[in-house]
């Protein structure tokens, strides 16, 4: 395996971008020997934290969309859920709301909601506490 590196920047302006382009002139920089990189390992630490990152990147984009849903069911749900949902701040949102007990006697669109809005919001302290794991359980780099 063999690293490239990109294409002389004069040569390629003169053609333009190119994704075929591209790999051939990759493929002749191999084959001429102008290309004489060695391949990254997919080892060490900076391959670990990458690998970690992706986890951690994964689990804040989760985090939003359950967070952004929740809100939204607060604003629209029942007034009963509206008004205890009103003043809590964001970051105190899913906990809040994680301790809500859904009825099943009770008004069906109650019930459900609250059900719905409990689920994010466990949701959303599990992937926080998942969150926390990747950082503290990491090796120190």
């Given at each position: 395996?063999?690293?490239?590196?990109?294409?002389?920047?004069?040569?390629?302006?003169?053609?333009?971008?190119?994704?075929?382009?591209?790999?051939?002139?990759?493929?002749?920089?191999?084959?001429?020997?102008?290309?004489?990189?060695?391949?990254?390992?997919?080892?060490?630490?900076?391959?670990?934290?990458?690998?970690?990152?992706?986890?951690?990147?994964?689990?804040?984009?989760?985090?939003?969309?359950?967070?952004?849903?929740?809100?939204?069911?607060?604003?629209?749900?029942?007034?009963?859920?509206?008004?205890?949902?009103?003043?809590?701040?964001?970051?105190?949102?899913?906990?809040t709301?994680?301790?809500?007990?859904?009825?099943?006697?009770?008004?069906?669109?109650m019930?459900?909601?609250?059900?719905?809005?409990?689920?994010?919001?466990?949701?959303?302290?599990?992937?926080d506490?998942?969150?926390?794991?990747?950082?503290?359980?990491?090796?120190?780099?």
């Open positions: 395996m063999i690293e490239v590196d990109r294409p002389n920047r004069q040569a390629r302006r003169r053609h333009g971008k190119s994704n075929p382009i591209d790999a051939i002139e990759a493929a002749r920089a191999a084959l001429s020997g102008r290309a004489d990189g060695v391949a990254k390992a997919a080892d060490g630490n900076s391959e670990a934290i990458g690998v970690l990152m992706v986890a951690f990147r994964s689990g804040r984009e989760a985090h939003t969309r359950c967070l952004n849903q929740l809100r939204r069911l607060g604003f629209c749900g029942p007034a009963e859920l509206r008004e205890r949902c009103r003043d809590v701040r964001v970051d105190a949102l899913a906990q709301v994680a301790g809500l007990r859904p009825n099943p006697a009770g008004d069906v669109v019930f459900a909601t609250t059900l719905a809005m409990q689920t994010l919001a466990r949701r959303v302290l599990d992937i506490a998942d969150s926390v794991r990747l950082h503290d359980d990491s090796p120190g780099w």
